[in-house]
């Protein structure tokens, strides 16, 4: 049985490129004592994403037989992620502040923006170079050393700038933060985003509350449930991948304020 669907105040996704950072910064957001607690990703609503876009592939052949038209379908789909999302809340305790993540999600916050005009979204950004270290990192514990090639490394770095570019030609309006990765643990740059979020501060004492630790995730890292600490501790890129991703990634680079290493 679950608690009585009251929906929250606010409704927060955080994303950002896979391995950028998106778990810290989930889990600052969720230690204010307004937000819900930390969890791992809602890796489960990427199917109605799923939903979404077949409907608008299949649309001339199946689907506008049920709708008058797209923007008809696309609310549908909106009223059903709020279905979900308050949902979620009530099992969560009702908190005031939803704070959701997954960085699968983040090419769709432009139009998650669409679906939920109040909902807020918070980007975290890190340089590609340490991105696709850290997937090198993750891919390797699951498949062994060497597993992880240069094909690896450009399959990572154009997803980097897909995922980004996504977000840099949305429409939020004042309600997109974006924040780097290595100013997660800086005062100025966490009151900045408490602000954003609807709330009086971060509680360092609270970081990574209502965690559940699953040994031998292998996505897990071993900074995970400690202080903020946003230090290198993987060591750089073979020159020629990070030559590579330098050269993949330099548009969104620039845009993002990163320089080639």
């Known amino acids: 049985m679950t608690s009585q ?3 929250p105040e606010q409704v ?12 810290l910064a989930h889990a600052l957001i969720c230690s204010a004592p307004d937000v819900s607690n930390y969890h791992a990703e809602i890796s489960f609503y990427q199917g109605l994403m799923v939903t979404l876009d077949y409907g608008l592939q299949n649309w001339s052949i199946h689907t506008e037989d049920y709708f008058p038209d797209q923007a008809a379908y696309v609310d549908m789909i909106g009223e059903l992620s709020t279905t979900i999302l ?14 959701v993540k997954d960085p699968m999600l983040t090419p769709r916050f432009p139009v998650l923006a669409q679906m939920h005009p109040d909902a807020k979204f918070v980007t975290v950004t890190r340089h590609p170079d340490d991105v696709v270290r850290s997937r090198q990192a993750v891919h390797e514990n699951l498949h062994g050393p060497d597993s992880f090639t ?27 933060f974006m924040v780097r990765y290595d100013d997660l643990g800086d005062p100025a740059i966490q009151q900045q985003l408490a602000q954003f979020c609807g709330v009086e501060a971060f509680d360092m004492s609270q970081l990574w509350k209502g ?3 699953r040994a031998g995730e292998p996505a897990n890292s071993p900074k995970l449930g ?21 050269a993949m990634c330099a548009s969104m680079m620039r845009q993002l304020g990163y320089e080639r290493r």
Do not use: M
């Open 226 to 246: 400690g202080a903020i600490d946003t230090s290198s501790r993987l060591g750089g890129l073979p020159a020629d991948w990070s030559e590579l991703t330098g």
């Open 5 to 7: 669907n009251t929906p």
């Open 86 to 99: 308050n949902r979620v809340a009530a099992n969560l305790g009702n908190p005031r502040i939803l704070c």
């Open 12 to 23: 927060i996704f955080v994303g950002g490129a896979p391995r950028s950072g998106t778990t």
């Open 211 to 213: 965690q559940k630790i």
């Open 150 to 176: 240069i094909g690896d490394v450009q399959r990572v770095a154009q997803e980097y700038v897909q995922f980004y570019a996504a977000v840099l030609a949305g429409e939020f309006g004042d309600r997109h």
